[in-house]
C-alpha cells in the first residue's frame, strides 16, 4: 500500500467529482481542466452574476470577457456542493485562502485532496498556500498546482504544462493523472515548498521586470533582472527547504519567464504601468485587477529577512510599491551595490 493510500488519501480512480471554489479567471479555467479530463467539475462562486453567466451562456463576462466556456461546466454559489467532491481545487487570491479554506471545514470529507491554485505568500504569518489548508483543513490531503499558466490559455484549450505537488509523490502523481488532458499536461512533484515559493516569488519579480519595461530600460535590463530575480527566488526557496531542480522548473523558472516577459501578466502590467509614470495607489487599489506581487512582494521580504536571504530585487519592488523609492531610485540602488561573485 502506498503512503498516500494508507494516509487515506482519495486515490485517482476514486476521483470522479471536482469542486473548484473561486469563479475568477483561474477557478473557471481549472473547472474547464476538470471537464476536459472527464471528471464531474463544479465550479463554486459567490457572485450570482458569474454563476448565471456560466450556467446561462458558458461565459464568465468578468474575468474571461467573451471566451466561451467548453465543455459546459456547472457552477453554484452552495458551498454545500463541495460536500461531494473528491477532489477540491481552491483558487481564490492567496490573501483569501485562508477564509475560504476555513468556509469549507466542515464541509471537505476526511481524505480529500485540496489543492491550492494561489501564488503567494499569506500576509502576516509568511505561510505558503498548503500550510494553510493543513491548519483550516486537518482532515484534508493539501496540494498544490503551479506553472507557466494564463487563465485565458487554459480556457481556450492551449497546451499548458504546470506542476501538481502533494508531500506524498504517490498523491502528486494521482493528481496528474485526473487533471490531464490532450491540452493540459500536468507534471508531479513531492517538493511542495519549491513549488510554492517559486510560485510566489515569479509574481514579484514580473512586476520588477514590467518596472523595467515601462521605464525603458531596455532589453538587457529586463534578462538582467530575470536572471538575477530567478538567483533570489532559488536562493530563498533552497533556504526554506525547496529543491533546485524544482525552482528551475515549470513552477519556478518556468513561470517567471512567463510573467517576466508578457504583457498578459497582471503582475507584468503593473510593473508596467508604474514604469511609465503611473500611481501605485491608484493602480493597486479598489476595483484594479488583482496582482498577487504587490502583496507578495513585502512579505517576502520580510520572511527573507527572518532567514537572513537578502533579496535585492525583491527588497527594490516592495520599497516601489510602498512608494519609498522612485523606480529610478531603485534602479541606481541595485546598480550601486557592492560587487558580488555570480555564484555564492
Ligand atoms: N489568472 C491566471 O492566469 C492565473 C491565476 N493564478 C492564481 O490564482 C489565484 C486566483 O487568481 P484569479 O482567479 O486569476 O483571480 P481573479 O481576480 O480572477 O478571481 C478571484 C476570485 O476569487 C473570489 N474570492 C475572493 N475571495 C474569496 C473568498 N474568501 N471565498 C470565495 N471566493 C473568493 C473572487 O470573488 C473572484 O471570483 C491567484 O493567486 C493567482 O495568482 C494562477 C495561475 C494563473
Ligand atoms: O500566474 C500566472 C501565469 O502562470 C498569471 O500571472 P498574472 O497573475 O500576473 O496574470
Same mark, same amino acid.
Given at each position: ?14 476521483m470522479?467529482?471536482v469542486?473548484? *471554489? ?21 465550479? *463554486?462562486?459567490?457572485d ?17 470577457? =467573451? $471566451? ?10 452552495d ?8 477532489? %477540491?481545487?481552491l483558487?481564490?487570491?492567496?490573501? &483569501? ?5 476555513? =468556509? ?9 485532496? %485540496? ?21 483550516e /483543513? ?19 484549450g ?6 501538481v ?16 488532458s ?5 507534471? #508531479?512533484?513531492?517538493? /511542495? ?11 514579484v ?8 519595461v ?15 530575480g530567478?538567483?533570489e ?5 533552497? &533556504? ?14 518556468g =513561470? !517567471?519567464?512567463?510573467? #517576466?516577459?508578457s504583457?498578459q ?6 510593473? $508596467?504601468a ?9 493602480l ?5 485587477? /488583482?496582482?498577487?506581487g ?6 517576502? *521580504? ?5 532567514? =537572513? %536571504?537578502? !533579496? ?12 519609498? /523609492?522612485? *523606480? ?8 550601486s551595490?557592492p560587487l ?5
Amino acid at each position: 500500500m502506498s503512503a498516500a493510500e494508507t494516509s487515506g488519501a482519495t486515490m485517482p480512480g476514486a476521483m470522479r467529482s471536482v469542486a473548484v *471554489v473561486g469563479g475568477g479567471a483561474f477557478g473557471t479555467a481549472l473547472a474547464l481542466v476538470a471537464a476536459r479530463a472527464g471528471r464531474r467539475a463544479v465550479l *463554486v462562486a459567490r457572485d450570482a452574476e458569474t454563476v448565471a453567466a456560466i450556467n446561462g451562456q458558458a461565459r464568465n463576462p468578468r474575468y474571461l470577457g =467573451d $471566451l466561451v466556456l467548453e465543455p459546459a461546466i456547472v457552477a453554484t454559489t452552495d458551498i454545500g456542493a463541495v460536500a461531494k467532491a473528491d477532489l %477540491v481545487v481552491l483558487a481564490v487570491p492567496a490573501q &483569501a485562502t485562508r477564509a475560504a479554506a476555513r =468556509d469549507l471545514s466542515g464541509v471537505v470529507r476526511p481524505g480529500v485532496p %485540496v489543492i491550492a491554485a494561489a501564488k503567494g505568500l499569506e500576509n502576516g504569518t509568511h505561510a505558503v498556500m498548503t500550510d494553510i489548508i493543513a491548519a483550516e /483543513l486537518p482532515q484534508a490531503a493539501p496540494a498544490c498546482l503551479s506553472g507557466p499558466s494564463f487563465a485565458a490559455d487554459i480556457a481556450r484549450g492551449l497546451p499548458t504544462a504546470l506542476t501538481v505537488a502533494a508531500a506524498d509523490m504517490d498523491l502528486a502523481e494521482a493528481l496528474a493523472q485526473a487533471l490531464t488532458s490532450p491540452s493540459f499536461r500536468p507534471y #508531479a512533484s513531492d517538493d /511542495l515548498i519549491g513549488v510554492q515559493i517559486g510560485g510566489a516569488l515569479k509574481n514579484v519579480l514580473a512586476i520588477g521586470a514590467g518596472m523595467v519595461v515601462g521605464r525603458g530600460l531596455g532589453a538587457s535590463a529586463q534578462a538582467a533582472l530575470v536572471a538575477r530575480g530567478f538567483a533570489e527566488l532559488a536562493r530563498l526557496g533552497r &533556504a526554506l527547504g525547496g529543491r533546485t531542480e524544482t525552482l528551475m522548473g515549470l513552477s519556478g523558472l518556468g =513561470d !517567471l519567464v512567463l510573467t #517576466a516577459t508578457s504583457p498578459q501578466s497582471r503582475n507584468f502590467s503593473l510593473g $508596467l504601468a508604474i514604469g511609465e509614470g503611473g500611481s501605485v495607489a491608484a493602480l493597486t487599489g479598489a476595483g484594479t485587477k /488583482l496582482a498577487e506581487g504587490a502583496t507578495t512582494a513585502a512579505v517576502a *521580504v520580510r520572511f527573507a529577512a527572518e532567514r =537572513d %536571504v537578502e !533579496l535585492p530585487i525583491a527588497a527594490a519592488v516592495a520599497a516601489v510599491l510602498s512608494g519609498r /523609492l522612485s *523606480v529610478d531610485g531603485a534602479v541606481e540602488s541595485l546598480m550601486s551595490r557592492p560587487l558580488k561573485r555570480e555564484v555564492e
